[in-house]
Every structure is written in C-alpha cells, then in structure tokens.
C-alpha cells in the first residue's frame, strides 16, 4: 500500500510539476521588459508599414531596426541611401521637426501603418478634455506648435550630453531622455535619464502620494475636465496622488536647483527649481506649489503660522479649497504639457502651460464686462480666486513663477522667511 | 585496412618467430598479447583522423569512362525534376555527379553513405537537417523559395535583381591566404570556386577549387592552420574552426560546431570573414565594408560580426544585457577566438558571428535565419534576438 502511495505521489509531482514548467515557459515567452512595452505590444505595438507589407508582426524589432540597412536587396521605406546609428531606419535625431521617432509620431505621412490609440496631450488623455484638445493629435505637432511653445529637443540633447556622457552621446535621441522606447509603456511611459533600465512610477515610493508625504506635504489631484467629482490622472475618485507617477523627481532629474539649462528658445537659462525644499527663506531656491508651506489658509485668510491679518488675498479653489490639506505639493504635469502647448490666446507664454487645468478649459479668458483679464489669469484662476494684488494688476507670469521671491506680502506676512518671501 | 587480416598476420609472423626460437606456446601467446596491444595503439593513431577522408570504393564517386554496359554512370541533380537523372556529359575529375549530386538524398537522411553530409533532401529533413541547413527550403521544388536560402546554380534558378548579387557586396576584397575576390558578380550562386563559398575562391573552376581535399580531409579544431582546403573549417579556404563531427545533425549546448571568431573583427580566418568575402560591407574588417560601413560600438550602423562582449557599452559587459546570456545556446550561437565543439560557456570574450542569426545555406525561415523570424507570435519572432539582447525578454 505504501509503496503504491509512493509511486502515485510520485506521479502527481510529475505532473504538476510539468504542467507549472509549461505554465512559466509559456510565460516566458510571452512577456518581457520589450514585450511589455508600448512598441512591443503585440497588439499595438510598432508596425512600420513597409515592413509589415514584409510580414513581420506588430512589436518586431525590424519595424525600428534595420540590421544590414538592406531586406531583398534594397532598403526598406523611408529610404535614407545609408545605415543610420543603432541602426534604425532613420537617423535619430536632425532637428526639432526631424527625429527617427518623428517618423511614426507625426500626423500624415507616418511610416507606422496606423495608431491604436492616437497620441493626444496630457490635457485630452489625463486631463480628461476630449473636447478641446483634439489637436495636436500626434507628437510632432505637440513638439512644433503654430503658436505655442515646446521642449527643445536639441536642447534637451545638448543637457543630458554633457550632464550624463556615459549614457547620451551626439547620435543620441533627445526623446530618449525622458523615455525607453524598449521599455516605456502607456501607463508609465518615463524612464529617468539616471535609471535607463526601469520605468519610473510603477513601483513603490515612485509615486506622487510618495513624494509628497516624504516632504511633510500632500498631494492632491485636480478635477477632470467638467467634473467635481472625479480627478486627474484616470477618472477616478482616487485623489491622493498614489495613482499618478511621481514627476516631480523624474522632471528634477534636469529641472533642479543646481543644474543650469540654456534655452535656445527663451534665450537664457532656465529658472532653477526645487519643489523639495520646505524652508520659507529668500534667495533659496524654492516653491510654494512645491514642499513650501503657504502663508494662509486655504480661504485665503490669515493662518496660525504667519500672524494675523484680517486682508484676504483669495481663497483656492475646489478640490483644493474643502480638502484643506496643510501643505500641498502640485505635480508638473498638474500645470505643464510635457511636450508642447497651444498659446492662449492673446497669450504667447512660452511656458509648455496646459489649457485645461484643474478641469477648467483656459485658454481664453472669459471676458466680458467687469472682467479685463489676460489668459494668464484665467491660467491661475483655475485654482485661484484672485482678490487683492499688492502690485499691478499686469501678467501674473512675470512676477510668479519658478524661483521668485517678490517683495510685496512676504516682508510682512511671512516673518519666518525673514524679509522677503517667494511669490509661487 | 582489414584488421583481422593484420592480426592473423601478426600472430602468425609471432608464431614463426618463436617456433623457430623453440619458445613454449605460453610465450606466444603473450607476444600474441603483445602484438594486439601494438595493433591498438596503431589504430589509435592512425584510424581517427582517416575518418575524415573519404572511405569506400572508388567507383562511389568516379566513373572511368561515364559508360557501363552502354548506360552513363554519371547523376546529376535537376531542379526540375528535383531528383539525380542520368548525365550522358561526363564530369571533371571523373566524379560520377557534382557537389549536389554526391550530397543530395532523395528523402529525409541527411548523413547518407560514406558518411556523406548531406545538404540538399527532396523532402523536408525537419529536424535532421545539418548545420549549415539545407537547400530544400531554398529549392525549386515544392518546399522552396527564394528568401529562405542562398540560390545555388542548378538547385535554384537565379533571382532578378538586385537580388542577383550578395547584398553587400563589395568588389575585390581581399581573401584569406591571399588573393582577391571577383571584381563584379557575375555569374550565379556555386558551392565552390570564385563565386562559391567552399574551395579555394581564387580558382574559378569549382571543382579544381577543391582539388584533393576529400581525399585528404582531416577532422580539424581550430589549432588546424588552414593553409590548405583539406585542412580549413568545412573546406572553407582559410577558415579556422572545430568541425562537429556529425555536423551538428545532433547538436546542444555541449555538442555543435565551433566557430571562429574575432573579438574586434581584424582577423580573415573567422567564419564571419567568409561570409564577408561576399557581403563585405556587412563586416568591419578593413578589408572589408570597414567601420565606415558597419560602424563601432559608439555606435554601430549595421549589425556587427566578429565582436566580442567585452565591447559593448563602453566595455562594460558586466552592466550590458549580454551578461546574462551565459550558456551557449544553438539557437543563436557565439563563436570564440579558440573555438572547441563543446564549449558551453559564454561569457565576456564571446563573439557575435553571422551564423548568430543566420544559417550558411538555408533554413526554414526567412533569410536564413535560424528561427522563424515572421512568426505571427512575437514571442517567437523575436526569440532568437533576446537570446544575446535578454534585456529585451
């Protein structure tokens, strides 16, 4: 009996085992950093239309890759006469309107044979304005905007040249700063400069809840566009930042407070950021939409930490106003595209500033009698009722932004951070 | 040789010997021991290396006058028929077919008489097939076509242009041993001879391109020096390397051929190097497509052969995706600056070679390569890059 007992344990194990060694080769096979990718999905993935006319499936690694620059004799549409580096089908990078990843990500003439989902802006597809923000509808337009404003990719290839020589060289792509295009995938689509081998936000402590609670802060999100009830990034009632990726440190990667980015566009360096310092102290970098704690409350009224005044400078809006969180901490993408934007009209901010914002559609201001205002207030009245300004009542831009420090209510209402104060 | 002849021959000579000397039988019978023993030792040394060579009658391979009772012995290969038929035109060398006759099998075995390797069957040797595949699925015949294999005359008619000349190719390049290879293609595909890849390309004929080295065929490692055609890789002039001794028709991990290769692509004696001789700006050499056409690992243009792992990302092969490609897999094999038949390891001085994707005459798959690389499964199209790129798993 027992030797029975034996051989028919003997026999389970077998098969079990067999069928769990076929279960994790099937897995095997089927999954993977690439296949798990955006490109390398089977079903959406990559699919250049002269090598799928060939028959390689959606995802191959010849529809980016061409091994001998030569399939049948002749070179695959687009047809450049040489081998480009990392032998893609065409060289990675010439100028803002031409980029091998331009070749597909771009409105007509796209060599990929169609787009499964179409690569609108973070307003349209985070932002939930699928009414408004139908254009761009491809990433060559977000990158060269008629009139608006965008990353400059020759830019962005000369910084992480220099700032990270090992990894970036002159053949480089600037697209790849911010992504893989072996591993990005829809949901996390950024890999940090610093960590080319993961992407970032999807994982533990990657996320915006993560940064803000590190910084005795918190995030909230904003509402989607027409909507009180659902938030930013998916729609859903989660609001506290643990579902939406932690841009704040991928963007620090290049926009801090010690690295020094030349704009060709603006013609000067960048203003220096630092979202993560929490004193209150002019001449150090730093923001209070970042982890520096606001003056007053969220009514706009005087709050315990900076003494009493009985002046309301304007509350903040909803979601922001009834949450009521102590210290909140924005995330970039709450306020920027991370491509390119539309100027508002009668607005030629060149700042990449988003036109829904907070479930509001900006992109002109409202108007009417009783209400002169600039596409820059109606930006900032997204989430802020503006009541009294100590100085003029001019482009709110030129005096709030990323690393100011405005004289004006810091001198007197914020003691702790000695005479003068940040005005962002 | 009949080896039971030579030991009744020895004992007999032993017999006499000590019968005269009036030694007991007990003493004969240990110079009979003794002579069994010197036989051994005799077939040690000279038996392995002659099983290279060809062995059987002459009249396996040679025909004295094309003629036996009135009927022509020559065979040769047709396409059309996909079969041997009668040749009434004799053939050089007095051989009774040419390359594809003698290594053609009308089914599916691939090693047939003589332990003749075969590379052309009429019907699909599937699993059988050698390592350098076979010219079935490259054929006219019904298993063929045109992408899956090199279009060797009289197996396959030739392709149109530009597909009537190696992709790549570059005129005049410089050849293993010396010499130069042809200044134009022009003429088809041959297993040998200035256009051919086996035999000695600075001879044209094909079969004097050969001359002699079946019969003094050596079973070589890559120690073999390859001055000769009998003496070099697959009778590949100049080519170094560890011949599988049954050409891969069983192959793993511990069992395959061994290819030799070039950590930085400045040898001629890899198997890469031949390749090249043909699609010459698909290699780095300098005399060869160069770094102009190829590229370097900063980065490269087209695909490399003949690199080695330690190369790569700025010699950082610990960092690269190439570490974790650790046992010789024969999906997509590497080649070694020494190479052995039962290398197992691969490691940092692995080399990538064509025949890391590639098969030398045709495969199953589109442009020989070694897997099915238009699998509707992407899996599976890809399964043979993500043995060397595993990042890309």
Known sequence: MTGRFNILLTFVALCVSSVLFWILCLEKADSGPYLDSAHGNAAYGVNRSSTATIGYTKGHCGHCHEQHASIGGSEPVPVTGYASPYMTFSDNFVSQSQNFCIDCHTGMGSVQVSFDRINYNYSYWFGGDTANHTTPNNIYDAFNPVAGSAHNLQDILNFVKAKWPETFRNESNPCSACHNPHLSQRGYPVVRPTDRDNVWGDGQGEMMSDFAFARAGQYQAPFRYNSTTVYEPDGSATADGSNLPDYVTFCSDCHNATNVIYSSSLGRNLKQIDWTQQARTYGLVGDYHGAVTRCWGTDGMVDATCGTDPANWGSIKE?????????????????????????????TEPYLLRKTVNGHYNRQCAGGPGNPCSWEQEFCRSCHVHNRHCGGAGACLNCHHHNSYARCFACTYCPEGGVHGHAF | MNNEKFITFIEFTGFIALKKSGKSKSSIYSLN????????????????????????????????????????????????????????????????????????????????????????????????????????????????????????????????????????????????????????????????????CHGNRG??????SVFGAHHQNVDIDSSSDAYKVYNSYRFLYGIRGAEDIDWEKTASGIDHNGYQGDSLYGSTNTISYLCSECHGNYHANTNLGGSGSVGDSTPWLRHPADFAFNGVRGNNYAGSEYASYTTYNVIAPVAESSPTTSDSVVNSGSIVMCLSCHRAHASPYFKMLRWDYKAGSLGTALSGCMVCHTSKN
């Open chain 1, 319 to 347: 979601p922001y106003l009834s949450a009521n969180k102590p210290n909140y901490i924005l995330s970039c993408t709450d306020c920027h595209e991370p491509h390119g934007s539309v100027h508002g009209i009668g607005s």
């Open chain 2, 33 to 196: 021991a003794f002579c069994c023993l010197l036989y051994a030792l005799c077939f040690l040394l000279f038996a392995m290396p002659s099983e290279a060579k060809v062995t059987g009658a002459c009249s396996d391979c040679h025909t004295m006058h094309n003629s036996q009772r009135g009927q022509a012995m020559a065979r040769d290969y047709s396409s059309t028929d996909a079969g041997l038929v009668e040749d009434a035109s004799p053939n050089p060398a007095l051989l009774i077919s040419s390359c594809i006759g003698c290594h053609f099998d009308s089914g599916t075995t691939t090693i047939i008489a003589n332990n003749t390797p075969v590379v052309l069957n009429a019907q699909d040797p599937g699993s059988s097939a050698l390592a350098g595949g076979n010219f079935y699925y490259s054929s006219a015949g019904p298993g063929g076509a045109y992408d899956k294999g090199h279009n060797v005359k009289n197996i396959s008619p030739q392709e149109s242009s530009p597909m009537d000349a190696p992709p790549g190719f570059k005129a005049g390049v410089e050849l293993p041993n010396g010499g130069t290879g042809p200044a134009s293609w022009a003429s088809q595909l041959t297993c040998a001879g200035t256009y051919g």
């Open chain 2, 203 to 208: 001879i044209a004929d094909e079969v004097k």
